[in-house]
């Protein structure tokens, strides 16, 4: 068996696994990176191959198809377009391209920094030891540092196991066409996400969540604007109501809802979004002694695991699960191998939800800022009032803006819009900085921009507003 | 809750100004009322500061060696229900340091309360007696995180530096990369200072008081075989004691410390010891036993050590024997004390006050045979059968001239001040 030696091995190329790969080789130390490849990943993990990357093209062009139809019917602006279609089959093709792209960018960035890439599935001997079932036969690898980054996966929902016409994200990201009634169990972010784009691209949706909202970890406030806009597009939603199982012949989902009525509701396709789990089986994790944080993978601020050595990325520590704090906590911990003092501190994590308008947000609402007991200041700037956001044709929505009422730093910064998603790092910039209100208000935002927005909440907040 | 500024009492006749020479409480701890929160030095003696309310330690208004003016914020704490009128009603301070919890009243930015931290320097350049320290008390109130940008915190994890300890002097009380610096600058000149080679020599001439003294300290340890004994004495009760005469005195009454206690305690005991008492000629090979208890204080005056003389302390009650200590002391300080008050002792006392260490060993004041040195107090954990109380304690590091005093009588003695000094009651009764 052949056997290899490293400094570090990281399993999974994920996020969070790529990034400490990456650093860890500009540092100068032998890195080896594990991973398994398949339909749920390949180098880039999730994100690239099933998540982040292939449902932002797919909501790209349901996006562009949708906006030449509503063309085609209403013309704001006296666009003519004759009956657009789409080809879904080219749209995947195009999707499957740019994640093409991207997986061998990261490929080649690895290659750069020396890291040795082992394709195949690693499982865990021990805390140094790493044995990968490549296509050449079993490898060893012993590590002084392991970094495990094996991510998550979508969790099955036991009445509706995946299979058939149940699928998850990853089937839905790779459909040869386009379901023509598609329900979707789950009304968190992927759900809307996916949900929205279908709908968009001509597949009638309907939405079960089992809360009384949409988006229930956003404030109704936020949500208010995605819940129209789904409305509009012809969206059903059921609130209160549960998906209990196929029904006979497996063409239906059974809904119980709140008041106790049970329905049978038909589907071409039947896509789970009720949120993600750890991957932690069949890596050997059982093997080390790792102590747990409910079902995650316990960290401190450094990352290091209960073991010696031993430190973890991305998902399988918990929430949030997402890329950015992946590849943050990637970069901390090769800077901690590399003997850098390093902790993971930002002090926000930046959220998006890419629905239609979008959601951003960035730090404290307003209601956990009260919660933790501050005394706040709390503004909005509505884009109904904002140039760029008229001539965009798209003016529902805000950005709203959170600061102590005593210094006036901001707390938390949150917009929902369409391509506010854009605006998620001068957000983030902002609350990083350690900005009060004033610094916002003193900086000159460019015109006619959707950032404009931000800078009027927070003179707003002020009492400064100029455009309201 | 509201803010409550403790000013620094007026100490003493006279006195404009002190300096903080102990803190006896830190950021965020919770005080009683009358509990001390400090011992400030004026130029007569040093006094404990009690809190006059209960409450949470915000912000101390100087480090210890600081220089306060009698008027001036000695500490801050957040006491139950409103904020002080005190506060109010000193308009110099309101108007420099606005209680962090008055609300901000819907006005543009520029009218902003200054967040504590950073109007503190501008209060002290304020002040009548600016000190070099300017920047006073904790960075931030306890629980509130440092703010700094990404570039300051990665500069401050390289450095070794918790920005917890670092103050922040921009808007909001974020840190900026001079904060950062600054910190540095102090955390590092010390250092620095004591790796740098220096050949420096200095002679200084030993004359008057000094040579005297080092004559005197020379003969003394030359001559006398001196054995130490050092023993634990609890003064839990004595502090006390101590505390509610202080609230309750006179107004021509000094404040009580320890020394006028232990000189009665001294009086009671060598009542039953006067071998104690006395003077040994080593010379004429005679010992004189008497009857006066005159108990010299050994104080540092700023031309060295000198020991004034309080005579008679058997005739002289507790508040005598205070206000006599305080005049001497005076007077030995500022040059002023006679020749008899400077000689004539039959047994000292030597203390150093808040920098009383746990143990001395203190220089027989010849022709004398024995003298009692006070340590440093501090509360600590003891053993009272089934737990661990805390008990204020305190050392009592005393030497004897062994050729005159055995071991046994010496150690018995100081086992007779110890029992005294337990039951402050049978000081005051009589035999």
């Keep these: 068996m052949a056997e290899i030696t490293a400094k570090v091995l990281v399993v999974g190329g994920g996020p969070g696994g790529y990034v400490a790969a990456i650093r860890a080789g500009q540092l100068g130390l032998d890195t080896v990176l594990a991973e398994q490849g398949g339909t749920e990943g390949g180098l880039g993990g999730t994100c690239l191959n099933v998540g982040c990357i292939p449902s932002k093209a ?8 949708h906006h030449a139809v509503e063309q085609a019917t209403v013309a704001p602006f006296g666009l003519r377009v004759e009956r657009p279609t789409i080809d879904f089959a080219r749209t995947v093709d195009w999707k499957d391209g740019i994640v093409g792209r991207l997986t061998s960018g990261i490929g080649a960035l690895l290659k750069r920094h020396k890291v040795k890439i082992v394709q195949g599935h690693a499982e865990l001997v021990d805390g140094k030891t790493c044995k990968v079932e490549t296509d050449t036969g079993p490898q060893t690898i012993r590590a002084e540092h392991v970094i495990l980054a094996t991510g998550s996966v979508a969790a099955p929902l036991p009445p509706l196991p995946f ?216 503004a909005s700037f509505p884009f109904q009032a904002n140039g760029r956001a008229l001539t965009l044709g798209a003016d529902d929505g805000f950005v709203r803006v959170t600061a102590r009422a005593d210094n006036h730093l901001v707390l938390g910064i949150a917009a929902v819009g369409a391509g506010v998603s854009e605006l998620a790092s001068s957000f983030a910039l902002a609350l990083e900085m350690g900005a009060r209100l004033e610094d916002i208000g003193g900086t000159i935002h460019a015109h006619p921009t959707l950032g404009e927005a931000f800078h009027e909440a927070s003179l707003r907040a002020l009492g400064e507003a100029l455009h309201i | ?247 309750e005195r006179r107004q021509d009454r000094p404040r009580l410390t320890l020394m006028p206690f232990l000189m009665q305690a001294l009086v009671k005991a060598v009542a039953d010891f006067p071998e104690m008492n006395a003077l040994y000629d080593d010379e004429a090979e005679t010992i004189e036993r008497h009857g006066g208890v005159h108990i010299g204080i050994a104080t540092q005056t700023p031309s060295g050590l000198m020991v004034p003389v309080v005579r008679h302390c058997e005739s002289l009650d507790l508040w005598e024997c205070a206000a006599e200590v305080l005049r001497l002391a005076e007077a030995a300080r500022e040059g002023r004390a006679t020749r008899a008050e400077l000689t004539g002792s039959t047994i000292t006392i030597t203390s150093l006050g808040a920098l009383g260490g746990i143990v001395t060993t203190p220089v027989i004041n010849r022709p004398e045979v024995a003298i009692i040195g006070i340590n440093r107090q501090a509360v600590r954990p003891v053993w009272q059968g089934t737990q661990f109380v805390p008990r204020t304690m305190m050392n009592l590091s005393s030497s004897f001239d062994h050729r005159v005093i055995d071991g046994y009588v010496a150690a018995r003695f100081v086992q007779r001040i110890k029992s005294l000094i337990e039951t402050p009651a049978t000081l005051f009764l009589e035999a």
């Excluded at chain 1, 797919?58 to 198809?65: E, G, L, S, T, W």
């Design chain 2, 1 to 247: 809750m509201g803010i409550r500024i403790v000013k620094l009492p007026d100490v003493g006749e006279g006195v404009a100004e002190a300096e903080v020479v102990e803190w006896h409480v830190t950021v965020g701890q919770s005080v009683l009322e009358d509990q001390i929160l400090a011992a400030v030095m004026t130029d007569k003696a040093t006094v404990e500061i009690p809190s006059p309310v209960a409450g949470t330690v915000v912000a101390l208004g100087a480090e210890v060696g600081g220089v306060l003016a009698v008027g001036a914020e000695l500490i801050r704490l957040e006491v139950t229900g409103e904020g002080d009128a005190e506060v109010a009603a000193a308009p110099r301070e309101a108007a420099a340091v606005p209680p962090p919890a008055q609300p901000l009243a819907a006005a543009p930015a520029p009218k902003l309360p200054v967040p504590p931290p950073a109007s503190l320097p501008a209060e002290s350049a304020a002040s009548p007696i600016p000190t070099s320290r300017a920047p006073m008390g904790p960075p931030r109130p306890p629980g509130e995180k440092p703010i700094a940008s990404p570039a300051i915190r990665r500069r401050a994890r390289d450095a070794g530096v918790d920005l917890r300890q670092v103050r922040g002097t921009g808007p909001a009380g974020r840190i900026s990369h001079d904060d950062l610096d600054a910190f540095l600058r102090v955390g590092t000149t010390s250092a620095k200072a004591a790796r740098a080679a220096n050949t420096e020599v200095t002679t200084v001439k030993v004359i008057g008081l000094r040579r005297r003294i080092a004559q005197k300290m020379a003969e003394a340890k030359r001559r006398i075989a001196h054995f130490s004994y050092v023993e634990e004495v609890d003064v839990t009760a004595l502090e006390e004691l101590r505390s509610s005469l202080n609230a």
């Design chain 1, 58 to 65: 797919v909501i790209h062009a349901a996006d562009a198809y």
């Design chain 1, 163 to 378: 299979g058939g016409k149940v699928i998850s994200s990853t089937e839905a990201l790779s459909l040869q066409a386009i379901p023509g009634r598609l329900v979707v169990v789950g009304a968190g972010y992927i759900g809307l996400e996916l949900g929205t784009a279908f709908a968009k691209l001509g597949a009638k949706v309907t939405i079960v969540e089992a809360e009384d909202r949409i988006l229930p970890a956003y404030d109704t406030e936020l949500v208010r604007p995605v819940a129209k806009r789904l409305q509009a597009l012809g969206v059903d939603i059921l609130l209160r109501a549960r998906a209990s199982g196929l029904a006979e012949g497996g063409d239906a989902v059974l809904i119980e809802e709140g008041s106790g009525s049970k329905r049978s509701l038909p589907a071409d396709r039947i896509l789970v979004a009720t949120g993600r789990r750890a991957r932690l089986e069949g890596f050997g994790l059982e093997r080390l002694d790792l102590t747990m944080n409910g079902p995650f993978v316990a960290i401190d601020e450094r990352c290091a695991t209960s073991m010696r050595n031993v430190w973890a990325v991305g998902d399988i520590t918990g929430e949030p699960m997402l890329a950015h704090r992946a590849m943050a906590q990637g970069a901390v911990v090769a800077e901690v191998i590399a003997g850098h003092r390093r902790v993971f501190d930002g002090a926000v994590i930046p959220a998006v939800c890419f629905t239609d308008p979008e959601i951003v947000t960035v730090g404290l609402s307003p209601e956990a800022a009260r919660q933790a007991g501050r005394e706040v200041r709390v």
